[in-house]
C-alpha cells in the first residue's frame, strides 16, 4: 500500500474517532479542508462512501465503520511494533504523551519531570490537561494520570504520589457575619465554587467522610469552573467555599488567607497513579518517565 494511503486510512481513524473534521485536524496537525480533500479522496478510490458528513457532525457509514473495526487494531499493532523498534536504541529519544489533572501536573509531574529533560535534552513530553477518565489508546497518548489505581485490565497503574486529602476553605471576607457549617448539611446554605466534569457535563457532588460515614453534597454557587487553581483564585477573591487538594489550601490557611471549613469531614483518595499500555516493551523516553514519577515513601 502506497505511503499516502496508510496516512489517510490513518486520518481516517482520528475522523471517525473524534467525530468532528475539526477537533480531527487539530490532532493531525492538518487544516480542515485538506482533511475532508483527503477523506474525500479516499472514499474516491475505494469507491464507497466511509462518512456522513452534516453540518454540525460527523459519523461512520456501515462501510465506515467496519473499515474503523478492522484496520484500527491492525494500525495500532503496527504503532506498538515500531515503538519497539525505537525502544532498541541506546540514548533514550522521543515524545512522550501524557494527559493528567492540572494539580497532578503542577504538584507531582512536573517538578520530578524537570529534572529528566534537564538530563535527557532529546526526550520530549507533552502534558494535557484533562479532568476525565480518558482512553489513552483512543487520544494516542502513552500513558495518563487518574487518583487510585483503578485501571482496565490492560492498563499497568504505578503509584506516584501518597494519599490525596481534600479540603473546604473560605476566605475570612467571605465568612464575615455568616455561621461556620457544623455539619455537611450546612453548605447546601452557603455560596459555593462548583468544578464541571467533563465526562457527563454535570456538576462535582462534594465527596466528604467521617468516622466511616461517607456523603454527598451538591452545592450551589455563583462561579463554576473546570480548573482546579480558578477555584482557589475565587475562594480567595471572597467568592465563597471551595473543596479542592488540602495541599494547595494549606499555605493561605496558614497565613491567615483562608479559613479551614468542616475539617473532620474532609476525605482522602488513593494517591496519583500513571497508568498505560500493558505492552512487552515500552520505549525508553516512557520508562524513564515512570520511574522518575514512581513513588518511593520515606
Known amino acids: 500500500m502506497a505511503k499516502e494511503n496508510l496516512n489517510d486510512l490513518r486520518a481516517f481513524l482520528v475522523v471517525a474517532r473524534e467525530r468532528s473534521f475539526t477537533r480531527a485536524a487539530a490532532q493531525l496537525g492538518l487544516s480542515r479542508s485538506a482533511l475532508s480533500h483527503a477523506m474525500s479522496a479516499l472514499e474516491a478510490r475505494l469507491g464507497v462512501r466511509l462518512l456522513t458528513r452534516t453540518t454540525r457532525s460527523v459519523s461512520t457509514t456501515e462501510a465506515g465503520a467496519r473499515l474503523l473495526s478492522t484496520i484500527g487494531p491492525r494500525l495500532s499493532e503496527i504503532d506498538q511494533e515500531l515503538e519497539s523498534l525505537s525502544a532498541m536504541r541506546e540514548k533514550p529519544a522521543g515524545t512522550v504523551r501524557i494527559t493528567a489533572h492540572d494539580h497532578a501536573i503542577v504538584t507531582v509531574l512536573w517538578p520530578r519531570l524537570l529534572?529528566?529533560?534537564?538530563?535527557?535534552p532529546d526526550v520530549n513530553i507533552e502534558f494535557s490537561v484533562d479532568y476525565a477518565?480518558?482512553?489513552?489508546?483512543?487520544?494516542?497518548?502513552?500513558?495518563?494520570?487518574?487518583s487510585g489505581d483503578r485501571v482496565d485490565k490492560d492498563m499497568i497503574a504505578v503509584c506516584i504520589a501518597p494519599?490525596?486529602?481534600?479540603?473546604i476553605a473560605a476566605s475570612p471576607a467571605y465568612l464575615a457575619g455568616r455561621s461556620l457549617p457544623a455539619v455537611p448539611d450546612d453548605l447546601t446554605r452557603h455560596r459555593c465554587i462548583n468544578l464541571r466534569l467533563p465526562t457527563h457535563g454535570g456538576l462535582y457532588a462534594w465527596d466528604l467522610e467521617k468516622d466511616g460515614r461517607a456523603?454527598?453534597?451538591?452545592?450551589?454557587?455563583?462561579?463554576?469552573?473546570?480548573?482546579?487553581?480558578?477555584?482557589?483564585?475565587?475562594?480567595?477573591?471572597?467568592?465563597?467555599?471551595?473543596?479542592?487538594?488540602?495541599?494547595l489550601v494549606q499555605p493561605h490557611i496558614e497565613q491567615g488567607r483562608l479559613v479551614p471549613v468542616l475539617q473532620d469531614w474532609w476525605p482522602s483518595f488513593p494517591g496519583y497513579h500513571i497508568y498505560y499500555a500493558n505492552r512487552r516493551q515500552i520505549s525508553p523516553a516512557l520508562s524513564l518517565v515512570i520511574e522518575a514519577l514512581r513513588y518511593r515513601p520515606e
Open 133 to 146: 477518565l480518558t482512553d489513552i489508546a483512543a487520544g494516542r497518548f502513552d500513558a495518563g494520570v487518574r
Open 115 to 120: 529534572p529528566l529533560l534537564q538530563q535527557y
Open 215 to 247: 456523603v454527598n453534597v451538591r452545592v450551589n454557587g455563583q462561579t463554576v469552573f473546570n480548573n482546579t487553581f480558578l477555584m482557589l483564585r475565587a475562594a480567595l477573591d471572597g467568592m465563597g467555599l471551595t473543596y479542592v487538594p488540602y495541599d
Open 163 to 167: 494519599a490525596l486529602r481534600m479540603a
